[in-house]
T-cell receptor
Framework: NAGVTQTPKFQVLKTGQSMTLQCAQD?????MYWYRQDPGMGLRLIYY???????DKGEVPNGYNVSRLNKREFSLRLESAAPSQTSVYFC???????????FGQGTRLTVV | QQQVKQSPQSLIVQKGGISIINCAYE??????FPWYQQFPGKGPALLIA?????SEKKEGRFTISFNKSAKQFSLHIMDSQPGDSATYFC?????????????FGTGTKLQVIP
């Protein structure tokens, strides 16, 4: 019962470095999401993929790119990390059009 | 623009007491109102949810009260326990194409003390 698996769990980057956050789900869900969580800001949607082959911008997409590699995997890429991207990142998935999202355990990213 | 406003930011309740968290929304197109519970180091998990055609939903010690005319909803935790200590997020969602767009509140950190 893995659910939604995110890697890595922790990462420290220097300003300007790039990295990819990986996410995989084993629940056969169509829709996948990337959120960032910051103190006092709640969860904000970065990008989502309503179904395999489609991706769309969420509330805060600037500085990020995504790839829906297949039905199971949805990655988030930071091309040139900035301190403002220090955050906890959560991947989530759901049945397409369904209301309940299942979250991974998060990636704590620090950009120095 | 914050579409879902949540209060309080933090809450301390004695064991056995009632915890109350309030949320207000602006967009009348929202059609589903979930509450998520998050423990430290974990991702949020769905706790309970309500649709706007009912005024109350109860699951065990957790109750959602919903006031459609006031565009407000609240979570009540009866007989609060130390194990309920977590961060709670209210949310509101609406269908956008084939996708259910979810807007989260800013979260309430609940601490239940023995």
């Amino acid at each position: 019962n893995a659910g939604v698996t995110q890697t890595p769990k922790f990462q420290v980057l220097k300003t300007g470095q790039s990295m990819t956050l990986q996410c995989a789900q084993d629940m056969n869900h169509n829709s996948m999401y990337w959120y960032r969580q910051d103190p006092g800001m709640g969860l904000r949607l970065i990008y989502y993929s309503a179904s395999e082959g489609t991706t769309d911008k969420g509330e805060v997409p600037n500085g990020y790119n995504v790839s829906r590699l297949n039905k199971r995997e949805f990655s988030l890429r930071l091309e040139s990390a900035a301190p403002s991207q220090t955050s906890v990142y959560f991947c989530a998935s759901s049945v397409m059009g369904n209301t309940e999202a299942f979250f991974g355990q998060g990636t704590r990213l620090t950009v120095v | 623009q914050q579409q879902v406003k949540q209060s309080p930011q933090s809450l301390i309740v004695q064991k056995g007491g009632i915890s109350i968290i309030n949320c207000a929304y602006e967009n009348t197109a929202f059609d589903y109102f979930p509450w998520y519970q998050q423990f430290p180091g974990k991702g949020p998990a769905l706790l309970i949810a309500i649709r706007p055609d009912v005024s109350e939903k109860k699951e065990g010690r957790f109750t959602i009260s919903f006031n459609k005319s006031a565009k407000q909803f609240s979570l009540h935790i009866m007989d609060s326990q130390p194990g309920d200590s977590a961060t709670y997020f209210c949310a509101a969602s609406k269908r956008s194409g084939g996708y259910q767009k979810v807007t989260f509140g800013t979260g309430t950190k609940l601490q239940v003390i023995p």
